[in-house]
């Protein structure tokens, strides 16, 4: 296929330009029975949607998804759920200026020499405004990982620019304006941005997920890891660079004898694998980290060329994130959720028959 | 699938165990007409195989590859090939302690609880032994690709635990046990590993690798973008835990007008986003760095448990790499070269009608 | 994937049920820089939708189809194109009486012991109403391939229940109530129907599709071969039974002799192949027959169980088709564009450094 | 994919050409646990394999199927199975003048012009000598299902050439030189190849295959349907020119009242369904037929041109099948256990949590 699927059994597909009339998914493959509603979506689609604070775009798009098919009297069906947002708050005349320019770092240039063509407006299909319907579909895989397995998936912004987060305090998270979990710092953050803003700069950041309570035996061995498809699904979001499974790069300098992860019968006793070995899940935690660039379009003027290969100036205006980091976490925490539920699905179909007198041990001695 | 399969028009399916009769795969959606022999896959298979220096595993395995069919005259045919790598020393009774037990770090546990068997003999499926047919099939897509575009992809040991590569010597590379690019360093490298395997310990490693000439357009927007196909590719190879793409996890600390890649007719002034632009190859160098985690098979008693639950020291006899990095250059190379492959066909089949007047720009100014 | 998804370059993926809000797809793998609009898609709707004709079910929509991406000032971006068609004629009330039962013939019974749940509305997903989706993404493929290959898809039917046509009259096709290609036959299949339509019983039909101008070359050796696609295909299409390619059935029969299509210069001397040798496209015409079952939703009382395992009479009220078949020409015929633009695309991708210097032969001598 | 591998979960992946070293492939996607020996998979070989009689091929091939993975101490380990067939008895010699000749209703002239180049040696990739794989891999499936679900398959040959079956004793097939379940028409047929022989002609032939106990529930909505996947599996196989599903083409003349299959405590009264509603699996016998075309290979001159377009004379020598239908009935089981296989683990992916306290009906009252 044409790159717009994601997942084998739990497969989303979706559509949708920045300055389009709607985005839309179809996410098939969820199993029956279970109920299911848009309010059970909104949640996410809210903590995600633009304009909530002055440190993101201030485009309003209140993100109301709509479930046109696949649930039937509050209930899965087995059929393909079709999603829907409408695009509200588009001001495209912004962008005229750029219809014939290459925004640095942005997907301009490439677009142009891949398709001839491309919708300028807003970034058109590349633009971030697409991830709308990854949380949307994410939200689904999360109630069924929640309920049918008790899997809680949680992410929260580890650092920005200089500034990181010390300390883990799950309960400031959904309070803060940037999803950070260390309160000591949230004033330095609002002060950052707030010189950013006024600098015409942006910055990047760092996002940490957790996926708890997943049992042993999610992943396939060699090309579709559970870590393979998660460095995929994360890479796939919009300015990801780095993704890290556990200890990540600090392997590189590790010894055997720190890295691994040693078992007793109360637990493992450190997570240096980030809940993974052999690309299939342990049971403990699944740690995930990703870096993201700062955002492209900038306020700042930078040297570029046209479509004719003519230097040009380019200032970006229209509405942007300074950190598309500060919006990232609820993808994340989505993009986990499908790689999860789609290998809850495959795990079941291959190994049905398997049982083992095997303990499980906790993820955590 | 089940994950043995990577790729969706150059697609290789692989198979085989450490102890088992032989490794094979099946490289299916090779264009016609190109000439290809064993010979052509078999400088590959030589730069990874076991044995060639004292710093990797004393097994010796000649790694010859067959070609099974796909070719005529010397030619390929359109039609699959079959690769075959038969297993000739094999020494399975060093195994038999741990029949019953769960090496730290190892997919012992996994595989356990994910399949109620498994073959133990040499890790089996999980054995980085896989990584020879990976590196088979490369060489057919590294060929193709610097036939048909120029493309040139070679990777290096950038760090080896605590010592890093602080210059790039390109032709050092094929003559160090290492993969090291630094020849200064390579005493060192020697000593430390020397120390490592007396100790009985592992180490990590940092591997990079670059594709250059690959023209702008390859990657399909949204999943599979040029850089989540990377990243699914390189986090699929054996003890990997980190990715990053250009500028990676630095890209947390940069303000835009720092990462931004400015465009000029001469070319683009630097390369944070390592060659790709939402998800699409700009033309410049590709630039993929990974992280691999020292090998957890240790002459150094651990902690953990065995089958029945019960509480054991492990110690791993058995031939083994102290650091899987020395030899993971030639695997990161090849499974960048089946990315590059895929895109670049499906590149062709949906953009064979594109063109622009536009000039495309040189990599670097 | 949960198959709602056909296709693997140009991938269809369509949600929704009967009496849901809405129908929808997503294209994906388009190419760009193709001059599209709502009205290139509206004409073949048209031909398919219901309520036409005192022959079709009465219930009346309008089948307008909203293209909601993937389309920039007229032109195909590349980027996914999503499709929706609202529903606007539901009358869900006459079907509150089968919420329990299982109609004969219907999917009520296999989706009821799959999902244990159903959509009993106008059939839910089940319903052929369905393929009003594949009929609008057939027609950005037909558009494609008449404007890039020159390729002509056109279909007819063949036979009504003990109705046949005798006569091939391509220009009456499109003015008949039916398909039908033999004026002669026209009043007969009116009085026909009428009288069916009376007796409130249903009838099977035979649709032929064919494909002329089709290059040599399209469609992959052993088990893509274009053939098993166009089989595949037609055979997802609600109440086919039957399919053939060329001779088909009349092969049983038919001595090596008989059935070998003869090559001269001038031409191909028979085509009992229907254009298609090794599951490769001959440049033939393309020749495709099926089987419709007739109707299942009867007004004539028949023998049933409830979801109980209770014995009941089923009579089903509710709107429907005598004669599927009769609207089924459109949407045949949008199942074979798919399948060839789908094997165009994967066509160029692996073979587009292919040239011979063999001269094609005309399809006919 | 460049279509070499069939099924989403079970997948089968093959390669081999007819006068190369060997044939093999690689099932991915077996449960793990089930036993698993060459044994198991040589029985149906034996069957399909050439030159048992003097109605076949006389190229005598062993076809030996080895093991080379995913079994281990005679279990299935859920990693990939590779299965090889060495070939034997090539006699390429004979094949030296058809170099530069299409063979009328061979693939020569299509992989021509679409490869550009081709292995004419018996063939090459087009030659049924693929085939072997398919009933190894099948033979993996079956011996599942059987297992697993009490699934029995079995074909058939319900007509050669004139000479219909017209009882079906099941304890006559493998007696029979043909398959044929009738003994009353064994030395009709017996005769009727010798005369065939003589003449140097080929006749066509119909199979029939059966699977009974698939419990209700196999199989996706819309165009990955039960009947849609079997459509797609046995017109891969090659000569296949029709496929029907239970009452097939006669469906076109039947009214509803005579199709529709009542359903009753006892079970279902009829099956023009063939087992099969809205593309799901009704647990009743899933009926499959299919027609062959005659081998097109045969020692009575025909008009054909060459690579330059002259015009020539092709006679074939070589050995061959003079009615490939003969051999086909294993083929065929094995290709409709590999779509069951393939949706009973899609199955219960998705339908794991359903459960329904509506009575299953008998298949037939």
């Given at each position: 296929m044409s790159g717009n699927s994601f997942g084998k059994l739990f497969t989303v597909t979706s559509f949708g330009e920045s300055h389009g009339p709607a985005l839309g998914c179809i996410v098939d493959g969820c199993p029956p029975g279970i109920s299911l509603s848009e309010a059970d979506l909104q949640g996410d689609l809210d903590r995600r949607k633009p304009g909530k604070t002055r440190h993101e775009t201030q485009r309003r798009e209140p993100d109301?998804?709509?479930?046109?098919?696949?649930?039937?009297?509050?209930?899965t069906t087995g059929t393909p759920i079709g999603l829907l947002i409408e695009n509200i708050d588009q001001r495209s005349k912004d962008y005229g200026n750029i219809m014939h320019q290459f925004r640095p770092a942005h997907a301009d240039y490439t677009y142009h020499h891949k398709y001839g063509i491309r919708d300028y407006r807003g970034g058109g299909?590349?633009?971030a405004r697409e991830t709308a319907m990854r949380v949307a579909a994410g939200g689904i895989a999360k109630k069924y990982l929640r309920e049918q397995y008790g899997i809680e998936i949680q992410g929260y912004m580890a650092q920005l620019g200089p500034?990181?987060?010390?300390?883990?305090?799950w309960s400031h998270i959904d309070q803060s304006a940037f999803f950070n979990p260390d309160p000591a710092i949230e004033s330095q953050l609002e002060n950052y941005m707030d010189a950013l803003r006024k600098e015409?700069?942006?910055?990047?950041?760092?996002?940490?997920?957790?996926?708890?309570?997943?049992?042993?035996?999610?992943?396939?061995?060699?090309f579709d890891r559970l870590d393979a498809?998660?460095?995929?699904?994360?890479?796939?979001?919009n300015a990801v660079k780095g993704i890290e499974i556990g200890a990540g790069f600090d392997s590189?300098?590790?010894?055997?004898?720190?890295?691994r992860d040693e078992l007793t019968p109360e637990g493992f006793l450190s997570?240096?694998?980030?809940?993974?070995?052999?690309?299939i899940s342990s049971g403990q935690d699944i740690l995930v980290s990703m870096a993201l660039k700062p955002t492209s379009s900038l306020r700042i003027p930078g040297r570029?060329?046209?479509?004719?290969?003519?230097?040009?100036?380019?200032?970006?205006?229209?509405?942007?994130?300074?950190?598309?980091?500060?919006?990232a976490t609820p993808i994340a925490e989505a993009m986990l959720a499908l790689v999860l539920m789609d290998h809850a699905l495959r795990h079941r179909a291959q190994n049905a028959e398997v049982s083992v007198n095997t303990p499980i041990i906790p993820a955590q001695a």
């Open positions: 109301q998804v709509r479930i046109l098919s696949g649930v039937f009297e509050g209930k299909r590349s633009s500034i990181k987060a010390e300390t883990l305090d015409g700069n942006s910055i990047g950041a760092r996002i940490n997920v957790v996926a708890r309570h997943v049992p042993p035996g999610f992943g396939e061995p060699v498809d998660i460095a995929h699904a994360m890479m796939s979001i590189v300098a590790q010894k055997g004898t720190e890295h997570n240096n694998a980030g809940g993974i070995l052999g690309g570029s060329i046209d479509t004719q290969g003519e230097v040009i100036e380019v200032v970006t205006k229209g509405r942007h994130d300074p950190c598309v980091g500060i919006r």
